[in-house]
């Protein structure tokens, strides 16, 4: 637009004066829930990988992405299992995904009873 008229031979440079940083939150049952930087493609594995892996009371078969399209919320549910075994794709996750990692209930359970009477046959008080 500045040629001819108000330049001969304009020479133009685009500075980044700030740019943002593509995040996704891992969210639920995993070892290090929080915000991270999506550098390049991530998929959702790694995603869970970033976010040091599921818990062991994760349940693999619940892991929910959510997503905003044209201002429209969506999620998606995936088994995590299934993906790594092979039997789906391991979807790309984008800026600004949520990713939660459901919890199994009897593995939350079982933890929480060890964690209560960490000695087996022993009686301790009960409040």
């Known amino acids: 637009m500045l040629r001819g008229r108000y330049l001969k031979n ?13 995040r996704v939150t891992v969210d639920g049952s995993v070892r290090d829930p929080g915000v991270y930087p999506i550098i390049g493609k991530m998929t959702l594995q790694q995603a869970i990988a970033t976010a040091k892996g599921a ?9 929910v992405v959510f997503r905003t399209v044209n201002n429209q919320k969506l999620a998606a549910l995936f088994s995590l299992k299934d993906i790594r075994s092979g039997r789906y794709a ?9 990713i939660v990692v459901g919890e199994n ?12 009477f ?5 009686f301790i008080p009960i409040l």
Do not use: C
């Open 90 to 98: 391991d979807p790309q996750i984008y800026g600004n995904d949520i």
């Open 55 to 63: 818990a062991d009371i994760a349940d693999l078969n619940k892991v």
């Open 118 to 122: 960490p000695t087996v046959g022993s």
């Open 10 to 22: 304009p020479q133009v440079s685009v500075n980044v004066k700030e740019a943002r940083a593509q």
């Open 105 to 116: 209930a009897a593995r939350r359970l079982l933890k929480d009873f060890t964690t209560s």
